[in-house]
C-alpha cells in the first residue's frame, strides 16, 4: 500500500492506536468490561483469531471504550473452541462457545452494550467453590 499524503499517514495511525488501545491491559484500575478471548491451540485451529479481529472491529465500529480485550491461553473448554469470557465489573463471568466471528456482533449488542448476556451461546459453568 503506497501512502500517498500526511493525512493517510495519520487516518492509519488513528486506525492502527485504536486497535492497540483496545488490547492494551496496563495496570490501571478502571471499571472496564474485559473480552477474554482463549488462543490456545484448540482455539486458534477453530478460529479464535477471527473472532478477536471481529471483537475489535466491532468495538471499533461502535465507538465502545470502556473494554479491554484480552487474548489468554487455555481456558479448559476444547470441545466449545473458540471460547470468550465476559467479564462485566460486579457480575458473574459469562462464558460463551463455539464463537465464531458472526456472533460477535450479537453478543457486542446485546452483553456490551445492553448488559443482557446471550443466553443461548452461554456455557453452563459454575465458578462457585465449595
Not at 503506497?2 to 492506536?17: A, G, N, P, T, V
Request: net charge positive.
Amino acid at each position: 500500500m503506497k501512502i500517498k499524503s500526511l493525512e493517510e499517514l495519520q487516518k492509519i495511525r488513528e486506525e492502527h492506536e485504536n486497535k492497540i488501545r483496545l488490547r492494551n491491559t496496563g495496570d490501571d484500575k478502571e471499571d472496564k468490561i474485559e473480552i477474554r478471548i482463549g488462543m490456545a491451540t484448540c482455539g486458534i485451529s477453530s478460529g479464535a483469531r477471527e473472532t478477536l479481529n471481529a471483537f475489535i472491529k466491532e468495538m471499533s465500529l461502535n465507538k465502545i471504550d470502556n473494554v479491554k480485550i484480552i487474548t489468554v491461553g487455555c481456558i479448559g473448554y476444547c470441545h466449545s473452541e473458540p471460547i470468550v469470557q465476559v467479564n462485566v465489573p460486579g457480575h458473574a463471568p459469562v462464558i460463551y462457545g463455539n464463537i465464531k466471528k458472526d456472533k460477535v456482533p450479537l453478543i457486542v449488542n446485546n452483553h456490551i452494550k445492553q448488559g443482557k448476556p446471550v443466553e443461548s451461546l452461554v456455557l453452563k459453568v459454575d465458578f462457585e467453590r465449595i
